[in-house]
């Protein structure tokens, strides 16, 4: 299947990847029905604007409404589902304001881990795994679903570069809605923005020990992407 082909089968394949559960305890149980709601969501399984119904997806899973209400009331708090008319819970769509937001936040994280690192006295070692991650960029070629894993792998290893737990926790909590962000744009549009010609100049400017530089690239590039983005969001 393709990304953007967005079939009943492609749904029942991502929850069922969860199976068994009902031999777990609860609160493993709990997680693992957790963990393949938000596969089937961030993977694009589910779009933006579906309803998520208690019962069909209690059914599909094989456990009690009750668990699967727990998952999406966590999902709820990550914003990747919010409650639509009726009271009936749907999977998220950023407004084009929110998105502009989350990518001035994710500006702010990813400038302060270039901060960290240009300070730091593991640059060069941070400089030769960038472009390790970058390679990745280039080998997923065509491949919208490797491309995506690629780009979110980059800027998730910048993050871990920093050697600051709490910025990579801050940046995993908003990686959910990243993720719901450019499925939505899907293989047409968001290619464009994830290319290792758009990020080698992050990794330069960390090679050169150009704070001010490095800054200045992390700003332009979530600011690219935000309008990017947020320009599908109004349309």
């Given amino acids: ?34 963990q393949a709601l938000r596969s089937a969501i961030t993977s694009g399984a589910y779009r933006p604007g579906d309803h998520l119904g208690e019962v069909e997806l209690a059914g599909r899973l094989g456990v ?36 502009q937001g989350l990518f001035r936040v994710r500006a702010a994280i990813e400038g302060l881990a270039v901060t960290e690192i240009i300070s730091g006295p593991g640059r060069k070692k941070a400089v030769t795994a960038l472009r ?6 280039a080998d997923a070629d065509d491949d919208f679903a490797a491309r995506v894993e690629a780009d979110l792998g980059f800027h998730l290893k910048l993050c871990e570069l920093s050697g600051n737990t709490m910025l990579v926790e801050s940046w995993r909590h908003l990686e959910g809605r990243i993720r719901v962000t450019i499925m939505n744009r899907g293989p047409e549009g968001a290619p464009s923005m994830m290319t290792p010609a758009r990020h080698s100049p ?32 109004d349309s």
């Avoid at 967005?6 to 693992?32: F, H, I, K």
């Avoid at 708090?77 to 009936?88: K, T």
């Avoid at 390790?132 to 960029?137: D, Q, R, Y």
């Avoid at 090679?207 to 947020?230: C, I, P, Q, R, Y």
């Fill in 1 to 34: 299947m393709t990304v953007g082909n967005y079939c009943d089968d492609c749904r029942e394949d991502a929850l069922l990847s969860a199976e068994p559960l009902p031999t777990m305890d609860r609160s493993t149980l709990r997680e693992r029905v957790l």
């Fill in 64 to 99: 009690s409404r009750g668990t699967v209400r727990e998952a999406l009331r966590h999902l709820q708090q990550e914003g990747l589902v919010q409650v639509g008319m009726r009271g009936m819970l749907r999977v998220n769509s950023l407004s084009a304001e929110e998105i």
């Fill in 132 to 137: 390790k991650a970058v390679k990745s960029l």
């Fill in 202 to 233: 992050i990794i330069d400017a960390i090679d050169n020990g150009d704070l001010d530089k490095a800054l200045e690239v992390v700003h332009e590039h979530m600011t690219a992407a935000a309008d990017h983005f947020s320009g599908a969001a």
